[in-house]
């Protein structure tokens, strides 16, 4: 195991931590160990496995908000596959052309190769007759990170 996992009051998972992190909290008594190493000790500390918090962490923040548009979170969240071809993606396309009033936004993107962002130029991918082979959607934050 390579670090300490961390739980909160209600025993949902939050994260993981080292170990030197681990024995902080204990220190700063913001958490218990609810499992440790038999026979281990770090101080007097047991050797913790698992932590869980004194205090109750609320996570919905995590999941409320949109994350920034960003050419590499188009790709990450394309898993940089191409859109329109299904080769590797190195760029990113507009589907409404900046040069026509199209902005950087989650659904205005796509991951496109060089060649396919080239055949479609400066058009719509209808007015260019290249069909999308999904929907561009607007991530959730804790995925494009």
């Known amino acids: 195991m390579t670090g300490v996992i961390v739980l909160n009051t209600d025993n949902t998972t939050l994260h993981t931590v080292s170990i030197k992190h681990a024995i902080k909290m204990l220190v700063r008594e913001v958490a218990i160990v609810e499992e440790a190493r038999a026979?281990?000790?770090?101080?007097?500390?047991?050797?913790?496995l698992v932590l869980r918090l004194i205090r109750y962490v609320k996570t919905t923040f995590l999941y409320a908000r949109t994350p920034p548009w960003s050419k590499r979170g188009v790709l990450r969240r394309d898993r940089?596959?191409?859109a329109y071809c299904g080769h590797s993606a190195e760029t990113v396309d507009h589907l409404l052309p900046q040069s026509r009033g199209g902005?950087?936004?989650w659904l205005n993107t796509v991951a496109a190769c060089r060649r396919c962002n080239n055949l479609k130029a400066n058009r719509t991918p209808?007015?260019?007759?290249m069909r999308l082979a999904w929907q561009p959607a607007i991530p959730k934050a804790y995925?494009?990170?």
């Open 39 to 48: 026979d281990h000790k770090i101080g007097p500390y047991p050797w913790p």
């Open 80 to 82: 940089h596959t191409c």
């Open 103 to 105: 902005r950087n936004t």
């Open 126 to 129: 209808v007015e260019a007759g």
């Open 143 to 145: 995925t494009v990170g």
